[in-house]
């Protein structure tokens, strides 16, 4: 087969890998705060969740895995003047990290399909971040070819999370804060109308 057909057949999986990724951490999330719901709605929607994982994770983000690797090690076998490359050796090296944090989802996967819940939503969302950071890595790596100017790409895309966490974060305050002044104002409501009828 063409180099480039295997390229584009690593480029293919690859975003379909990273596609699954991300989704299955949002699954992670929505399943976690269901926990938080009343019955009915908590063991509906924790058993969609479950279902609609496991056909993202089997028949999506296992496989694009799989393949990804396969045409990846393909084009490395075909051309291994690049294993000579800096840029290459740090991919690389990110691609053991996308593979260990893929184990690491695989894990949490089990865990919810049997109702442990052993992370928040917050501690999944903040773990969502770190493929975010690894495409960027590997896409800077090897659109600029350097071991070293990958890393102004990273930086940036990390400060862009922490300012977006922390927007978050104050959303999230202000939010809580108008809803506590609601609840404030119809106790104080419900008091005046209690006084009227007495």
Not at 11 to 28: C, D, E, K, N, S
Not at 107 to 133: C, G, P
Request: positive net charge.
């Amino acid at each position: 087969m063409d180099f480039l057909y295997v390229k584009s057949l690593h480029i293919i999986f690859i975003v379909t890998w990273f596609a699954g990724l991300f989704y299955i951490v949002r699954l992670f999330i929505y399943h976690t705060e269901a926990e938080n719901k009343l019955e009915p709605a908590k063991s509906i929607l924790q058993t969609q969740y479950k279902l609609m994982s496991k056909r993202l994770w089997y028949i999506i983000t296992w496989p694009s895995a799989i393949f990804a690797s396969f045409f990846g090690f393909w084009m490395l076998y075909k051309n291994p003047y690049y294993l000579s490359e800096s840029w290459m050796l740090v991919k690389l090296a990110f691609v053991f990290g996308l593979y260990f944090y893929h184990g690491f989802c695989h894990n949490i996967y089990n865990k919810l399909q049997k109702d442990i819940i052993k992370y928040s939503a917050f501690k999944l969302r903040i773990f969502n971040e770190v493929a975010t950071l690894i495409l960027f890595a590997v896409v800077f790596l090897v659109t600029l070819k350097s071991a070293i100017n990958w890393i102004w790409g990273v930086v940036g895309i990390i400060l862009f999370g922490v300012l977006l966490m922390l927007a978050v974060r104050l959303y999230k305050k202000i939010k809580e804060k108008k809803s506590w002044e609601k609840a404030e104002k119809e106790v104080l409501e419900s008091d005046k109308i209690k006084e009227l009828e007495n």
